[in-house]
């Protein structure tokens, strides 16, 4: 019996381990992943092309304080030096964005 | 009262363009400033324009203006951290100059005529001075402290603060312009 226990215990813990654990986490994040650095004032890269189920981070590396920000379509809020936000775009179309709070910095994500 | 605007505004583009003119013959001219006195000019241009922006915060009512001013004072801010971080690791200190001595002292002719103004002759006469103060600046960073920093890491922080004075133009023309006094 106390055998029959070590046994499941190790089942268990390799269970635990197994990549079909990790299935569904896997599953949910298909898609590919593209960040956008934010430097120099400047979205690099200005236009960026993704599909639905995709992921974009967009990351801050700036000394000031930056935002992605497409009106009614995503907003990362305020990003200081080297933070990062991920959006997962759920709406297809062109959305030109920019940085609430330097209004001439000008980006563009496009949603297949 | 325009004409007085308008030469104290021109005085001070004046003042920076000052700095452009002694970088005529960059490398070479006597009167080029060192690397203590780059930090010194830096320093004080960006604490004027915290000033000014601080004093439009307190005065302006126009939301263009004041979120225009907010970002200067912040932005500025960070700057001058920057600078002051990398001074420290050059070993270098700041030093006067006769640029940033007449930076200061232009500075408190514009700082009286800003405390003076009030309502839309306030907030025409801060962005009108942005506008030129941050062409000036851009084109002393451009045609003069940076062919004179001697210190590889101070050139590249200033080729690096570029892109900052740029965007803070383009902003002050933007508001200037009217295309954000409007989102009240």
């Known amino acids: 019996m106390p055998s029959r226990i070590i046994m499941s215990a190790i089942i268990l813990a390799l269970a635990a381990l197994s990549p079909i654990h990790s299935a569904p986490a896997d599953a949910k994040s298909a898609g590919k992943t593209y960040t956008v650095l934010i430097k120099g004032f400047a979205f690099v890269p200005a236009r960026l092309e993704v599909e639905v189920g995709d992921t974009v981070i967009w990351k801050n590396l700036d000394i000031v304080p930056h935002t992605a920000t497409a009106k009614k379509v995503f907003d990362s809020k305020k990003l200081d030096t080297g933070q990062s936000w991920s959006y997962l775009p759920t709406k297809r179309g062109n959305h030109p964005y920019t940085c609430l709070y330097h209004p001439t910095m000008a980006g563009e994500l496009v949603v297949k | ?184």
């Open chain 2, 1 to 184: 009262m325009t004409k007085t605007l308008i030469s104290s505004v021109a005085a001070a583009a004046v003042l920076l363009t000052g700095i452009f003119i002694i970088g005529a013959s960059p490398a070479k001219a006597a009167d080029a400033p060192t690397d203590p006195q780059i930090v010194g000019i830096v320093l004080a241009a960006d604490q004027i324009d915290i000033d000014y922006g601080k004093i439009a915060l307190a005065k302006s009512k126009n939301k263009g203006v004041r979120d225009f001013a907010q970002r200067m004072v912040t932005d500025h801010s960070a700057v001058q951290n920057s600078v002051i971080g990398l001074a420290s690791k050059l070993n270098v200190t700041a030093e006067d100059s006769g640029v940033s001595t007449s930076l200061k002292s232009g500075a408190v002719d514009i700082t009286a005529k800003l405390n003076s103004l009030k309502g839309k002759e306030f907030d025409k006469f801060y962005i009108d001075n942005e506008v030129s103060y941050h062409k000036a600046v851009t084109d002393a960073v451009a045609d003069v402290l940076i062919p004179n920093a001697q210190n590889a890491e101070l050139k590249s922080a200033l080729e690096g603060a570029q892109p900052l004075f740029l965007k803070h133009l383009e902003h002050a023309r933007l508001v200037q312009s009217g295309g954000e006094m409007s989102h009240k």
